[in-house]
């Protein structure tokens, strides 16, 4: 009984509703599967024939992902293949637009191939282009990006292929230039769909090993189909990733891979990249005795001038003969000695005639003076018997009053025996 006779409530309604009581004829699975696959639209797809077999009307090839080891079984009919101007051989590279379909009858799935166009070199090279221009406008081959090689780097990675010309020239003329260099060599498939996995895992080995100064990947040339990993986009974007900087020695002049672009130093060749990574021991010694014999030539000369100034430091009369300076401060200092003493005995002399000129005055102007001219000095006597006031007028000492008389050999005493207006007779006491 077909699907269609079942009754349908008595088919669960989803695959998920199926169960042992209650399962899906074999032959609804298998319409759900073709209408579910046809559903699927047409997709133009790039990759390697690696085989192809014609069977009347029909053919069968083989496709492989140009960057991985993934193939896809796939049907043709003859006549889009007679519509090709070059015949499709084993190892064209072409795109395809291909439909899945389902073969009810069997349970297969294949691929039905509605157009098949080879990939030519020119589309090769317009395709690497648009991504050249691509990355560029990312800003991946800027020149900030770069990263400066060592001047002596002492472990070099090398990315290379198995047992290569590439490879022995890399380590012969690095060898040559500088013996004590070391490498860490990485064979890896340079060609091919697994060139871009090797090389990218490779790459990424040695840029985690903190041993390795530089990374080289070096290639000797080769057509542009081999090429081809070299210009890939995940390659390109995991040289840019590195921390290490990256060499690019693929050797190929006529068709540049984007890998040199995106490379910390582009080297022609392998050769010259191994003249590029290292410098030549016997060009650095010639250097090493240049910049010996400029300092040893720096340094006599600044020794024979140093000596010139200490001999003309020498010459001068205050160094060839040095007690001249201390000669001359001795005189500096015993002449200002004797100015110095012959002021202060100026200065001694004046002040001594004027103590004499004022110790004059003052005898002058003394009263002892006065009394030895014969003057003297009349001042009334107290109660107490001592002389108080000095007696200036008559009136003061009426007869009878004691005075005190001074005179310049001493004093005597005496009394008033006349009135106060008269000034005669003084007599003297005993």
């Known amino acids: 009984m077909s699907a269609d006779a079942l009754p349908e409530s008595t088919l669960p309604g989803t695959a998920a509703e199926t169960s042992p009581e209650n399962p899906w004829p074999l032959q609804l699975l298998s319409s759900k599967l073709k209408a579910h696959v046809e559903r699927a639209p047409a997709a133009w797809i790039e990759g390697q024939v690696i085989e192809l077999n014609r069977r009347g009307s029909n053919a069968f090839l083989t496709l492989r992902d140009v960057d991985a080891e993934i193939s896809l079984p796939a049907s043709v009919w003859s ?204 060009e650095e010694l010639a250097m090493v005795g240049q910049a010996r014999e400029y300092l040893r030539r720096s340094v006599g000369r600044m020794v024979e001038r140093e000596a010139e100034r200490l001999h003309s430091l020498r010459s001068r009369p205050v160094l060839a003969a040095p007690e001249s300076m201390v000669a001359a401060r001795a005189e500096d200092v015993h002449r200002l000695r004797q100015r110095a003493h012959a002021s202060v005995s100026t200065a001694v002399v004046r002040a001594l005639d004027q103590v004499q000129h004022l110790r004059a005055q003052v005898r002058a102007l003394s009263p002892q003076n006065t009394l030895d001219r014969g003057y003297s000095v009349v001042q009334l006597v107290g109660a107490d018997g001592a002389a108080h006031t000095v007696v200036s007028s008559p009136e003061q000492a009426p007869a009878g009053t004691a005075l005190a008389i001074r005179v310049a050999e001493g004093r005597f005493t005496a009394v008033s025996s006349q009135p106060a207006s008269n000034v005669n007779d003084v007599r003297n006491t005993p």
Do not use: C, Y
């Open 79 to 282: 006549n889009v293949l007679d519509r090709q101007s070059t015949p499709l051989e084993r190892g064209s590279r072409v795109v395809a637009l291909v439909k899945p379909e389902f073969w009810l009858k069997t349970g297969r799935l294949n691929m039905s191939v509605k157009d098949i166009r080879p990939v030519g070199l020119g589309d090769l090279l317009a395709r690497i282009e648009r991504l050249r221009q691509a990355l560029a406008a990312e800003g991946l081959f800027a020149e900030s990006r770069k990263k400066r090689l060592p001047l002596l780097p002492h472990r070099i990675g090398l990315i290379t292929g198995r047992d290569s010309d590439a490879k022995k020239d890399v380590l012969r003329n690095a060898a040559l230039r500088w013996p004590a260099v070391e490498f860490d060599v990485r064979e890896v498939a340079v060609q091919g769909n697994t060139a871009v996995a090797q090389v990218i895992g490779a790459l990424q080995d040695l840029d985690a090993d903190p041993h390795i100064d530089v990374i080289v990947i070096a290639r000797g040339g080769g057509a542009l189909e081999d090429l081809l990993p070299f210009s890939n986009e995940e390659l390109v974007r995991a040289v840019s990733a590195a921390s290490t900087p990256v060499v690019s020695a693929i050797g190929h002049e006529a068709d540049r891979p984007i890998l040199d672009d995106v490379a910390d130093l582009r080297a022609s060749t392998p050769t010259d990249a191994a003249k590029r990574i290292v410098p030549e021991v016997a």
